[in-house]
Every structure is written in structure tokens, then in C-alpha cells.
């Protein structure tokens, strides 16, 4: 691998060096080939035949540089203090296949000066889901981390009960977040102008070429965040604890530790168990991204060159609502597989409110609106249209066959066939093939569902990991249907079953 560790080159107030605390008896998880040879690590003989060695804490390759950085952040809104990495450190920085940084993360890794009162340590279970979700949302062509694989131990870690300690080496663009200058701005503002050069030139050197770098810099952050949040939107895809920690200069999911994918929709779905406002619910994430981001550029204010000043900044933050609202409409329109219009924004919208005022499952009622356009060619997304108009009919309490064109007799049928009617017609402008494929690389057949993750959790529990590469395949190619799925990968839950939200341990 080419090695670039950058960060251990900035002032050691920012972080910790320290090595990893070995797991007891660490063993194979999953190991992410496509990864693997993005980084470069199959091309090392050293690092392939060790690598359980390297995620157990074991073995430090010397090329390797490890530490735990120090961040701050605001925790649901309220300003939470000194944070870190309090079981995590960077261990080494490296150019993968296409010459772009990428941070190697070892999570689970023990104690560091900023774990506060935690043990240093994660779960099977939280590994198993974020192992899984990086996958996926990588997949789903959403900007996140990834990993390169997971190991379970012997170690014993108590959160709600005992459960078998595991590690996970977390692969992204960066590990920087809005936190990283909050924590400068009140424990080491003299570094302030240090740090953002080093942000600037390592992930934005092409602010450079602008008039005033700085400010090019933050704008490009909020641009790309905002684009990131409009992409969750588009795939059901909730973060569940959006701090400010939490959220990365790179406009990169990060460290999504209670997420969800939505299925029946419900835009005030919250997946978080700990969030008991609702603060994080899926339809407050573009509001938070912003609210975020104000914070993180205030401190920006301590800068004088480069034309930083409030107006400046405030400008910096104004392309956020036009940026969000641009990549979500287009994709929102690319869904139904018709241009960015009004017309077409009306129709989505319009069925938007169908799938809530129904409850009706998210990914499989866009993926089935193939059936409506090409029926002889989509046999199983014939049958998500089937389901979906059973559904209405059994919304209205009122029995109907199963057939897609069964006349209408209720309510919620009346606005099915409304809306349908309008929407072939709109269909029938365009060019069919193009419609397809917009429909096929828009919505996607599979998404990670929280009985997914379950079913493969219980059975890493009991030494059984074919469950985890099984989804692993299956998530590699979300896009298209896969003789290896089975039905409950894409079963919608109960329409009355609530959908459960997930603990924050791990």
C-alpha cells in the first residue's frame, strides 16, 4: 500500500499515539475483498496473511502510524464538551487505486485518553450492522465509509448484557469532522488557521485555484453535505444520531451507529431509541445538516484572511437549502424515471403521500412502477405492484383481486388509479428504454432491513458468519434481482408492526 499518514505531521495537542489493545483470541468476521484491492492491501503478502492479527490488535505493521484523535461536538443539540475517538484509532492513511486518501480506522480498538467513562471496546452486533451498512450504502452509490472487515473475540463486553467483544477496520475518505474544529476553537484556537490549511489542502486542493480558498472551502463542505443528506432522503436511509461529531468535512456518511433503512414509509420515523424528541427523525435530517453546519462555521469567524467575515460565512451557508432541494428533486424525478419538472415533481410528491397516507413499503413501491411500464418484462416487480394494490384495497378494508389493472371501488384505490393513469401518460412522452433504466438505477431491489441485519447478528452469535456473506453479496449488487435472495429480504414488515428503533451501544 502507499502509505501517506499526513495527520501525525499536525500539532500533538490534536491527537493521542498510541497502539491497540489486543482482543483475546480474535477470528475471522468477514474480510471485504472489493476493498481489499481498492486499498491495495491483497498486494501485500504481509498484511493478507495477517490481517486478523492487525483488526485483533495483535500485530502493527511498521509502515502503520496509530492514533486517537481529539474532537468535540454538539450531542442532540447540546454542546457536549471534549469527545475523541474513545474506542477507535486511525491507523495508518493511504492512496488507494485512484490516488485518493483513505483513512484506515481499527473501532473496538481498547481505551484512549478520550474514552471518558466507555471501555474502549464494540459488539459483534454493532460491527455486524455498520460492517454491513457501509457495504450497502456504498452500493447504493451513497458517499460512506466502508471496511475492510470485521473480526469477533473472546473478549467479553457488557452493555445491556454480556456479549463477545469484535473489531472493525473502518475504511473512509476522512476521519475529520465539524467536531474536529469545534474541539480546536475551545481547547486550542491557536491552531485554527494550521488546521483548515491542512483540511483545505488535503481534501479540497482544488479551492485552491479560487479567489479566496478558504471560503471555497467551506462552500464545497456544505454543498457536498447537503448533496450526502439528499441522497439518506432518496433511499430511505436514516443516520439516527446526526451530532455534530458525527458528521464529516467530506460530505461522507460517518459513524451511522443507530441507522435504518425506512420501509413502511413514515417520514417521522425515528430509529434512534435514545432519541426521545425526535430530534433525528428521518424528515428533520436536511433541517439538522444545516443547523449543523451553521455551528461548524461560526467558528470559521476567528479567521481574518481570505474575505472570512459573518456575511461571508452566511453566504458560505446559503447554497445549502438550493443544493439539497436541486439533488433531491432530480433524483426524486429520476425515481419515476421522468425529467426534473413540475409536472413530474407533482406526480412524486403526490406519491409520496400515498405510500405515508397507506404506509406502504418504501423501496418496493418505487421499484415496482417497472410493472406499470414495462409488465411483460418485470415479472418480479409485478408482484411488489400486486402486493402494493392488494394493500390499498385491504387499507379500505375491502377485498380485491391481485391483479394491478382490478377496477377501483375505494378511497385509496381512487387516488391509485388517478395518479396512474397520469402517470403512463407522462410515460408515453418519453423514450421507454431511457424510463427503465432510470427506474432500475434509481431504485434498488434490496436494502439492508433491520430483520436482515438481525437474522445475520443471531447467527454470528453462534460461530455462524454465512448468513453475513450472504448479504454481503446480495447488497453488492442492490440494483438488480438475485436468484440468492430470499423472500424476507424483501418482505415488508406488518403494516401495524412498529418499526423498532436501535440502541446507540456498541
Given at each position: 500500500m502507499?502509505?501517506?499518514?499526513?495527520?501525525?505531521?499536525?500539532?500533538t495537542?490534536?491527537?493521542?499515539?498510541q497502539?491497540?489493545?489486543?482482543?483475546?483470541?480474535?477470528?475471522?468476521?468477514?474480510?471485504n475483498?472489493?476493498?481489499?484491492?481498492?486499498?491495495?492491501?491483497?498486494?501485500?503478502?504481509?498484511?493478507?496473511?495477517?490481517?486478523?492479527?492487525?483488526?485483533?490488535g495483535?500485530?502493527?505493521?511498521?509502515?502503520?502510524?496509530?492514533?486517537?484523535?481529539?474532537?468535540?461536538?454538539?450531542?442532540?443539540g447540546?454542546?457536549?464538551?471534549?469527545?475523541?475517538?474513545?474506542?477507535?484509532?486511525?491507523?495508518?492513511?493511504?492512496?488507494d487505486?485512484?490516488?485518493?486518501?483513505?483513512?484506515?480506522h481499527?473501532?473496538?480498538?481498547?481505551?484512549?485518553?478520550?474514552s471518558?467513562?466507555?471501555?474502549?471496546?464494540?459488539?459483534?452486533?454493532?460491527?455486524?450492522?455498520?460492517y454491513?451498512?457501509?457495504?450497502?450504502?456504498?452500493?447504493?452509490?451513497?458517499?460512506?465509509?466502508?471496511?475492510?472487515?470485521f473480526v469477533?473475540?473472546?473478549?467479553?463486553?457488557?452493555?445491556?448484557?454480556?456479549?463477545?467483544?469484535?473489531?472493525?477496520?473502518?475504511?473512509?475518505?476522512?476521519?475529520?469532522r465539524l467536531?474536529?474544529v469545534?474541539?480546536?476553537?475551545?481547547f486550542a484556537p491557536?491552531l485554527?488557521?494550521?488546521?483548515?490549511?491542512y483540511?483545505?489542502?488535503?481534501?479540497?486542493?482544488?479551492?485552491r485555484?479560487?479567489?479566496?480558498?478558504?471560503?471555497?472551502?467551506?462552500?464545497?463542505?456544505?454543498?457536498r453535505?447537503?448533496?450526502?443528506i439528499?441522497?439518506?432522503?432518496?433511499?430511505?436511509?436514516?443516520?439516527?444520531?446526526?451530532?455534530?461529531?458525527?458528521?464529516?468535512?467530506?460530505?461522507?456518511?460517518?459513524?451511522?451507529?443507530?441507522?435504518?433503512?425506512m420501509e413502511?414509509?413514515?417520514?417521522?420515523?425515528?430509529?434512534?431509541h435514545?432519541?426521545?424528541?425526535?430530534r433525528?427523525?428521518?424528515?428533520?435530517?436536511?433541517?439538522?445538516?444545516?443547523?449543523?453546519l451553521?455551528?461548524?462555521?461560526?467558528?470559521?469567524?476567528r479567521?481574518?484572511?481570505?474575505?472570512?467575515?459573518?456575511?461571508?460565512?452566511?453566504?458560505?451557508?446559503?447554497?445549502?437549502?438550493?443544493?439539497?432541494?436541486?439533488?433531491?428533486?432530480?433524483?426524486?424525478?429520476?425515481?419515476?424515471?421522468?425529467?426534473?419538472?413540475?409536472?413530474?415533481?407533482?406526480l412524486?410528491?403526490?406519491?409520496?403521500?400515498?405510500l405515508?397516507?397507506?404506509?406502504?413499503?418504501?423501496?418496493?413501491?418505487?421499484?415496482a412502477?417497472?410493472?406499470?411500464?414495462?409488465?411483460?418484462?418485470?415479472?418480479?416487480?409485478?408482484?411488489l405492484?400486486?402486493?402494493?394494490?392488494?394493500?390499498l384495497?385491504d387499507?379500505?378494508?375491502?377485498?380485491?383481486?391481485?391483479?394491478?389493472?382490478?377496477?377501483?371501488?375505494?378511497?385509496?384505490?381512487?387516488?391509485?388509479?388517478?395518479?396512474?393513469?397520469?402517470?403512463?401518460a407522462?410515460?408515453?412522452?418519453?423514450?421507454?428504454a431511457?424510463?427503465i433504466?432510470?427506474?432500475?438505477?434509481?431504485?434498488?431491489?434490496?436494502?439492508?432491513?433491520?430483520?436482515?441485519?438481525q437474522?445475520?447478528i443471531?447467527?454470528?452469535?453462534?460461530?455462524?458468519?454465512?448468513e453475513?456473506?450472504?448479504?454481503?453479496?446480495?447488497?453488492?449488487?442492490?440494483?438488480?434481482?438475485?436468484?440468492?435472495?430470499?423472500?424476507?429480504?424483501?418482505?415488508?414488515?406488518?403494516?401495524?408492526?412498529?418499526?423498532?428503533?436501535?440502541?446507540?451501544?456498541?
Open positions: 502507499r502509505y501517506q499518514n499526513t495527520y501525525t505531521n499536525l500539532d495537542r490534536l491527537y493521542h499515539r497502539p491497540p489493545t489486543p482482543l483475546d483470541n480474535p477470528r475471522v468476521g468477514h474480510f475483498t472489493q476493498v481489499a484491492e481498492q486499498l491495495g492491501w491483497n498486494d501485500d503478502d504481509d498484511l493478507m496473511t495477517r490481517w486478523v492479527e492487525i483488526l485483533g495483535h500485530y502493527v505493521p511498521a509502515e502503520f502510524a496509530p492514533l486517537s484523535m481529539a474532537y468535540a461536538g454538539h450531542q442532540f447540546q454542546w457536549a464538551g471534549q469527545l475523541g475517538d474513545g474506542r477507535g484509532l486511525l491507523m495508518a492513511q493511504v492512496l487505486n485512484n490516488d485518493q486518501l483513505q483513512d484506515l481499527l473501532k473496538g480498538s481498547g481505551l484512549t485518553p478520550y471518558r467513562m466507555g471501555d474502549g471496546r464494540a459488539v459483534l452486533r454493532s460491527t455486524i450492522r455498520e454491513l451498512c457501509g457495504h450497502a450504502l456504498n452500493q447504493l452509490n451513497i458517499p460512506a465509509s466502508n471496511a475492510l472487515g469477533v473475540s473472546d473478549t467479553p463486553v457488557r452493555r445491556e448484557r454480556m456479549e463477545a467483544g469484535a473489531a472493525l477496520m473502518r475504511v473512509a475518505d476522512s476521519h475529520i467536531g474536529h469545534e474541539w480546536i476553537a475551545s491557536d485554527l488557521a494550521e488546521f483548515t490549511d483540511m483545505l489542502d488535503t481534501y479540497y486542493s482544488e479551492c485555484d479560487s479567489d479566496q480558498p478558504v471560503l471555497a472551502f467551506l462552500q464545497s463542505v456544505v454543498e453535505t447537503a448533496r450526502m439528499a441522497d439518506w432522503q432518496l433511499i430511505g436511509f436514516a443516520h439516527g444520531v446526526m451530532n455534530t461529531d458525527n458528521l464529516s468535512i467530506t460530505g461522507s456518511t460517518l459513524d451511522f451507529g443507530p441507522f435504518g433503512f413502511r414509509f413514515n417520514p417521522a420515523w425515528i430509529n434512534n435514545s432519541d426521545h424528541t425526535g433525528y427523525a428521518y424528515q428533520n435530517q436536511p433541517a439538522i445538516g444545516h443547523w449543523n451553521n455551528v461548524w462555521l461560526s467558528h470559521f469567524m479567521l481574518t484572511q481570505d474575505g472570512v467575515t459573518r456575511d461571508s460565512l452566511a453566504e458560505c451557508l446559503a447554497v445549502y437549502e438550493p443544493t439539497f432541494m436541486q439533488h433531491y428533486q432530480q433524483g426524486l424525478c429520476a425515481k419515476l424515471g421522468l425529467p426534473h419538472q413540475s409536472e413530474s415533481l407533482k412524486a410528491f403526490e406519491f409520496l403521500t400515498l405515508e397516507d397507506n404506509l406502504l413499503d418504501y423501496t418496493n413501491s418505487f421499484r412502477l417497472l410493472a406499470l411500464v414495462a409488465p411483460e418484462d418485470c415479472p418480479y416487480e409485478q408482484q405492484l400486486d402486493t402494493l394494490v392488494l394493500e384495497g387499507n379500505a378494508n375491502n377485498e380485491i383481486g391481485t391483479n394491478a389493472d382490478t377496477n377501483i371501488s375505494t378511497d385509496a384505490q381512487q387516488v391509485w388509479q388517478a395518479w396512474r393513469e397520469e402517470y403512463l407522462q410515460i408515453s412522452l418519453l423514450d421507454k431511457a424510463v433504466v432510470s427506474l432500475q438505477s434509481n431504485n434498488p431491489v434490496y436494502i439492508l432491513r433491520n430483520d436482515m441485519a437474522r445475520a443471531l447467527a454470528a452469535e453462534q460461530g455462524q458468519f454465512e453475513v456473506a450472504r448479504l454481503y453479496e446480495l447488497l453488492a449488487s442492490p440494483y438488480t434481482v438475485q436468484d440468492r435472495a430470499i423472500e424476507l429480504d424483501t418482505t415488508a414488515p406488518a403494516r401495524n408492526a412498529r418499526q423498532q428503533p436501535i440502541s446507540c451501544s456498541s
